[in-house]
């Protein structure tokens, strides 16, 4: 099923996009707050992805970025990582990614490479290799080690990226689970992961 990029802003998809961004910005806190050594900000555009698409993830991540940017600068570059998993969560869902927990697992793996990919680059061309997050931590350990800077803040970015996309990707099919073919049903991509009804 080929579907436009303006099929995807339906109304239905438009109205999950607050909601999506909300579970990011609450997940993002709470890391934060308890010192988590994950992120927990992409839940929501995980979510949206699955449901609604590449685009509106991509959106979803982008405004997420832009709100986490007002309670801490350093998020602002690191907007157009949330835009690439939101892109590619909607086409990994769109190929039934996350329809068993060993397929959900693996596009965690997809997603983190995807992330460490775009954000690296800005952790070490924009912050210097340290944004004073606890992956910063790591990094300084992989340089005292020996490690060059690139080197450095690759492997501590996926190290934290892995835990954290992996947990994020497991809550949402869980999430996405529970919900009703009802409600899937109005949802762009919804009707992929719609459970099959029972005839007793």
């Known amino acids: 099923m080929k579907r436009s990029f303006k099929d995807d802003f339906n109304m239905m998809s438009m109205l999950l996009i607050p909601i999506g961004v909300a579970v990011n910005i609450v997940g993002f806190q709470i890391a934060n707050v308890l010192r988590l050594p994950i992120f927990l900000d992409t839940i929501g555009t995980i979510l949206i992805g699955v449901v609604a698409g590449p685009w509106v993830a991509l959106l979803a991540g982008l405004i997420t970025n832009l709100i986490n940017g007002i309670f801490n600068p350093t998020y602002f570059p690191y907007a157009i990582t949330s835009m690439a998993i939101g892109l590619g969560v909607g086409y990994l869902a769109?190929?039934?990614?996350?329809?068993?927990?060993?397929?959900?697992?693996?596009?965690?793996?997809?997603?983190?490479?995807?992330?460490?990919?775009?954000?690296?680059?800005?952790?070490?061309?924009?912050?210097?290799?340290?944004?004073?997050?606890?992956?910063?931590?790591?990094?300084?350990?992989?340089?005292?080690?020996?490690?060059?800077?690139?080197?450095?803040?690759?492997?501590?970015?996926?190290?934290?990226e892995i835990a954290d996309k992996v947990v994020s990707v497991l809550?949402?099919?869980?999430?996405?689970?529970k919900m009703s073919n009802r409600y899937l049903s109005k949802m762009n991509y919804g009707t992929l992961y719609m459970k099959r009804e029972s005839n007793n």
């Not at 997050?133 to 790591?138: A, C, E, V, W």
């Not at 809550?171 to 689970?177: A, E, K, N, P, Q």
């Open 171 to 177: 809550i949402v099919y869980f999430i996405v689970r």
């Open 94 to 160: 769109k190929g039934g990614m996350f329809k068993n927990i060993p397929k959900t697992i693996i596009s965690g793996i997809v997603i983190t490479f995807i992330a460490v990919i775009v954000s690296a680059p800005i952790t070490v061309l924009v912050f210097g290799g340290a944004t004073g997050s606890t992956g910063s931590l790591l990094t300084a350990t992989f340089l005292a080690s020996g490690q060059k800077i690139w080197s450095a803040v690759f492997a501590s970015s996926f190290i934290f």
